[in-house]
């Protein structure tokens, strides 16, 4: 049996734990009863102190905070960036022996803000999500930061991007540990369409790193979060409180291109992330891609790649 222990932040985002301990459960049982069959977990806290989420949701520690050897790796659940995200001195403490004792850290989401904080991703390579990847690096040069993939495994060191991908990240656990037909079953019950690796890309906002404004980033991830069904130019500019006028003066100062082109640039991008690591019909990565048919499709990525979707898919 692998044990997990879970160290929670201060307004931890609910949906990377969820997801994370919902794969594992599901991997390391037979059926669907929630028994604890490969794997373990444990919330590990100060007796009796509930540990509020991001979303107003309180947890109780099912674990007081022993000995870091009781585990066999600790999970690390960032939340919000307020400067109230890191641990009491008893937490830390624990954190801080558990790497002593080589016990493997894993970081969920912004936990990896925690354990650089720490000092415990020094030198190590470590997936930080591309909305807040130039803030990591700033604070933290000693840790060699990307964004171009949902998670990332160094050694000890597992990270990842936060939201779905901790369910991809429990899904390396799992299949390392189980199997790849235990993670596979995980993820079917989680209604999962696949389970992506570390090779797949995460929501790149780094396809435009001349993008520092709040106004542009927040633009960009609502891009992202909207290739198949695709949102207007003046939508966007609304959700922000902006006019289009002014988002499209941004755009242009500081990542020299229109919305509208860059928003096209976003559709391709996850187009060709598609092509290469999904056996999905050009036809389907068409239309999770916002377009109204395979032969537009192909016709736009040719005209800005220079090349067919079915010759990428080839290659």
């Not at 930080?128 to 990307?146: D, I, L, Q």
């Not at 037909?181 to 435009?208: C, H, M, S």
Request: hydrophobic share 40%; proline share 3%.
């Amino acid at each position: 049996m692998l044990r997990f222990g879970f160290l929670l932040a201060r307004n931890f985002t609910l949906s990377p734990l969820s997801l994370f301990l919902d794969t594992l459960r599901l991997a390391g049982d037979d059926d669907d009863r929630s028994r604890r069959g490969t794997f373990d977990w444990q919330i590990i806290g100060e007796r009796g102190l509930p540990i509020r989420s991001s979303c107003g949701v309180e947890l109780l520690p099912t674990r007081q905070i022993t000995d870091p050897q009781d585990y066999d790796n600790i999970v690390v659940v960032g939340g919000l960036l307020n400067g109230t995200q890191y641990f009491s001195g008893e937490k830390e403490a624990f954190l801080r022996r558990t790497a002593q004792q080589d016990v493997p850290l894993t970081a969920l989401c912004t936990g990896s803000f925690v354990l650089a904080h720490y000092g415990l991703l020094d030198n190590y390579r470590a997936c930080v999500s591309w909305f807040h990847v130039k803030e990591f690096r700033n604070a933290f040069p000693h840790v060699r930061a990307h964004a171009d993939t949902l998670f990332s495994i160094d050694g000890s060191r597992a990270t990842c991007a936060g939201g779905a991908g901790a369910a991809d990240l429990a899904s390396y656990f799992a299949s390392k540990h189980a199997g790849g037909k235990a993670a596979e079953k995980a993820a079917k019950i989680l209604v999962l369409d696949r389970i992506r690796t570390g090779r797949d890309a995460q929501p790149n906002g780094e396809l435009f790193p001349k993008a520092k404004s709040r106004h542009i980033r927040r633009a960009l991830l609502l891009m992202e979060s909207n290739l198949q069904e695709k949102i207007t130019v003046t939508e966007i500019a609304s959700k922000l409180g902006i006019s289009r006028r002014q988002l499209e003066r941004l755009f242009a100062t500081e990542i020299q291109t229109g919305p509208v082109a860059a928003y096209l640039a976003l559709r391709l991008h996850y187009a060709r992330t598609l092509l290469g690591t999904s056996d999905l019909q050009i036809s389907e990565i068409a239309y999770r891609c916002g377009f109204p048919n395979a032969g537009h499709f192909s016709r736009v990525y040719r005209q800005h790649a220079g090349v067919a979707p079915s010759e990428v898919r080839r290659a």
